[in-house]
């Protein structure tokens, strides 16, 4: 009995439980400032295919954008979660903070600003936000103004959880794969892989975003999931394909709380059904791995040509994947 209820603990601190209506006005809040930080780095990276160049990435803090180039070298920046400060770091050793706490958009973003001007940075962005509707401006925006520290948090955690799991998954693909990195646009934690074909040209259609920034991120036929703290209780995973093959969404997934939403046009699995869960890892591995094979088998993709054995190296603790089909 003990030793059930040290598993339960630690599950539940892997796998923290975080009802999204409990945090929203601080999600959307948080979200505005992913998109300032998220925009300088669009400002000052080279492009690479599908806006790769945009995103931020899961830390042991909270979310970075990595190192960045600027005329004097390079600098990064990172929301630290954990201290609740917001980190602007130059290869020069000069730095400067960002208090994260109860603050309008608006001040966010001037304070963000003029931080990079005392660090010699110059940045100019498009100073309002893509993919959200109404889109404020960011400089007049206090409407968005919630910090809740311990939400943060715990949505940061969420975030590890299925950043680990989604870096294994990602590990048995060895054809075109994207990073596991957090997209501002929708403020979801995404991973993509690529059959290698061109795709139809992408309709657009995102609110208040141009339809070619749709174009070059869709360019390729792919399969991409991850993870988006909307869509149930307390966020949910979510598996799509571009474009999507004829008998994608009758394709039998798992796990049984896994379903195809029509609305949504893509597969989607609560939160709250991978963390109640004996095995929470194995669930959610067992979600992403079958809506892939349904992308995969139903578009026809050169699987033998594509994936791998991530322990092919690995002889004396072989183990295949067990979603793959003989």
């Not at 830390?59 to 990172?78: C, H, K, N, Q, W």
């Not at 609740?84 to 309008?104: F, M």
């Not at 939400?151 to 998954?169: I, K």
């Not at 307390?234 to 009758?250: K, R």
Request: with cysteine.
């Amino acid at each position: 009995m003990a030793e059930t209820i040290r598993k339960e603990i630690a599950s539940s601190r892997r796998w923290p439980r975080l009802l999204v209506e409990e945090w929203t006005a601080t999600r959307d809040t948080v979200h505005m400032w992913t998109q300032i930080i998220g925009k300088i780095r669009l400002a000052r990276a080279p492009m690479i295919n599908h806006w790769w160049q945009v995103t931020l990435y899961v830390s042991p803090r909270g979310l970075t954008t990595s190192a960045m180039p600027y005329e004097a070298g390079v600098f990064d920046i990172e929301f630290d979660f954990n201290e609740h400060r917001l980190h602007i770091r130059t290869s020069d050793g000069d730095a400067r903070q960002v208090a994260l706490e109860p603050k309008p958009v608006g001040d966010f973003y001037a304070e963000t600003m003029g931080a990079l001007d005392e660090l010699g940075i110059a940045v100019q962005i498009q100073a309002k936000p893509n993919e959200v509707d109404p889109a404020i401006p960011f400089a007049d925006d206090y409407e968005h103004a919630s910090y809740d520290r311990d939400a943060v948090h715990l949505f940061w955690r969420q975030l590890v959880a299925a950043h680990r799991v989604m870096s294994e998954f990602r590990s048995y693909f060895t054809g075109k794969v994207s990073p596991v990195h957090f997209f501002w646009g929708a403020m979801d934690l995404a991973c993509t892989r690529f059959s290698g074909r061109t795709a139809p040209k992408h309709p657009g259609g995102a609110p208040n975003c141009g339809d070619w920034v749709m174009v070059e991120g869709y360019s390729r036929e792919l399969s991409s999931c991850g993870f988006w703290p909307g869509g149930s209780e307390e966020g949910a995973f979510y598996a799509y394909a571009y474009p999507e093959p004829d008998g994608f969404a009758d394709y039998p997934v798992g796990p049984r709380h896994a379903f195809y939403s029509v609305d949504n046009g893509q597969f989607l699995l609560p939160y709250e059904a991978v963390r109640t869960a004996a095995d929470p890892e194995r669930t959610l591995l067992e979600f992403l791995h079958t809506t892939y094979q349904a992308a995969a088998e139903r578009g026809k993709w050169d699987r033998a040509a594509l994936e791998c054995d991530p322990h092919r190296w690995d002889q004396k603790q072989r183990t295949l994947n067990p979603w793959r089909e003989s």
